[in-house]
């Protein structure tokens, strides 16, 4: 390899290469966010990095709609480290083949600073999803094409969300998601 090219393993941010949804390679980085070995990681499934099956199957799905074409795609999500414990994670992936977006594919990930709370836990997994791309200002026929919902459903989501939280409104809702996560939405 010459000087201007880098192996996955030299690049400082947490890089995995997935076919299929199966991890290839990791670099230590990424192991090390989750708490393993990247020998450990090589040839399994993300499932073991999500929180649940139902996560795993929720995003898998997510992707499959806003990931073809070849298109960068980016979200938030709550992940699991090997010990069990839950963190915020930002994931930014890329397909290499368009018509099939997770036949081979790189993603990224950075930790996010947004504590994983008792209020926050109490949300449903697609309540969190959906806050998350409140929280980033989109709006709910933004969030209905993204996850595949109706507006109608979203404006539900979003209204179950502010009443459980004992909040008045959206602005509520996005001030209470960004005190939770440390000022970042």
Not at 33 to 47: A, I, N, V
Not at 102 to 112: I, L, M, S
Not at 136 to 147: F, R, Y
């Amino acid at each position: 390899m010459s000087k201007s090219q880098f192996a996955l393993e030299d690049l400082p941010v947490p890089m995995v290469y997935a076919t299929h949804r199966i991890i290839r390679q990791v670099n230590s980085a990424f192991a090390s966010l989750f708490g393993y070995l990247p020998e450990e990681l090589t040839d399994r499934s993300f499932k073991i990095l999500y929180p649940g099956v139902d996560d795993f199957v929720m995003v898998g799905d997510l992707w499959r709609t806003n990931f073809s074409g070849g298109r960068t795609y980016t979200d938030e999500r709550i992940m699991a480290h090997r010990d069990g414990t839950r963190f915020w994670c930002r994931a930014r992936g890329k397909s290499m083949i368009s018509s099939d977006p997770f036949a081979r594919a790189v993603y990224c990930f950075d930790p996010v600073p947004r504590p994983v709370d008792v209020d926050r836990q109490a949300l449903t997994p697609r309540q969190n999803q959906i806050l998350t791309l409140v929280a980033q200002g989109k709006t709910n026929a933004e969030i209905a094409i993204e996850l595949g919902l109706s507006p109608r459903s979203v404006e539900t989501h979003r209204y179950r969300m502010t009443r459980q939280l004992g909040l008045k409104n959206t602005a509520e809702l996005v001030g209470w998601f960004v005190t939770t996560g440390q000022g970042s939405p």
